[in-house]
Antibody
Framework: QVQLVQSGPEVKKPGASVRVSCQASGYTFTSFGISWVRQAPGQGLEWMGWISAHNGNTNYAQKLRGRVTMTTDTSTSTAYMELRSLRSDDTAVYYC????????????WGQGTLVTVSS | EIVLTQSPATLSLSPGESATLSCGASQSVSSNSLAWYQQKPGLAPRLLIYDASRRATGIPDRFSGSGSMRDFTLTISRLEPEDFAVYYCQQYGSSPPITFGQGTRLEIK
């Protein structure tokens, strides 16, 4: 069965960087892309961007461009999301999701990774 | 960017009743590319409906989606106790960004 398993919680200071991983199984990794979605405490869902696991093409939400980088490692079927220059309002649960193309619904989700930014 | 507005913010109903949740878009959503998700506390969202009206795998038929262009509806008939959660709509029809509504909380009356 399809699974997306994410790395564990992180606590970071303002200005630091964080990298969250998402290991996929149960499907052909390179046939789909991965979108990242985050959810601040008690808030709604925010799409951060997408990466093609086939060719590495990316598309980032405009508000995060310059601070976010998404990559994949096809040898381990793992996607990564790095967010730099962290601020307190980056505190959120970060989810990886599977999407066949850039514009798609999300049929499978990781369990989420809580990133806390605090001094 | 397409803004999605969900209403009501909170809906209080009893098990066995029917729920109607609305999602309005600031612009027409091309190809009816709209999805609905259910989220329970501490869990990731679960896909219920895609392409406005298609049920995702394993979703009971008491969940149905309808609508087009700028107005979409999620209907849940015969509410079960496990249906009380937060529901989000999402559009994926136009050029990025993908956007979500702010959510509707369905609570037990």
């Amino acid at each position: 069965q399809v699974q997306l398993v994410q790395s564990g919680p992180e606590v970071k200071k303002p200005g630091a960087s964080v990298r969250v991983s998402c290991q996929a199984s149960g499907y052909t990794f390179t046939s789909f892309g991965i979108s990242w979605v985050r959810q601040a405490p008690g808030q709604g869902l925010e799409w951060m961007g997408w990466i093609s696991a086939h060719n590495g093409n990316t598309n980032y939400a405009q508000k995060l461009r310059g601070r976010v980088t998404m990559t994949t490692d096809t040898s381990t079927s793992t996607a990564y999301m790095e967010l730099r220059s962290l601020r307190s309002d980056d505190t959120a649960v970060y989810y990886c999701t599977r999407g066949p193309v850039l514009l798609s619904d999300f049929d499978y989700w990781g369990q989420g990774t809580l990133v806390t930014v605090s001094s | 960017e397409i803004v999605l507005t969900q209403s009501p913010a909170t809906l209080s109903l009893s098990p066995g009743e029917s729920a109607t949740l609305s999602c309005g878009a600031s612009q027409s959503v091309s190809s009816n590319s709209l999805a609905w998700y259910q989220q329970k506390p501490g869990l990731a969202p679960r896909l219920l409906i895609y392409d406005a009206s298609r049920r995702a795998t394993g979703i009971p038929d008491r969940f149905s989606g309808s609508g087009s262009m700028r107005d979409f509806t999620l209907t849940i008939s015969r509410l079960e106790p496990e249906d009380f959660a937060v529901y989000y709509c999402q559009q994926y029809g136009s050029s990025p960004p993908i956007t979500f509504g702010q959510g509707t909380r369905l609570e037990i009356k």
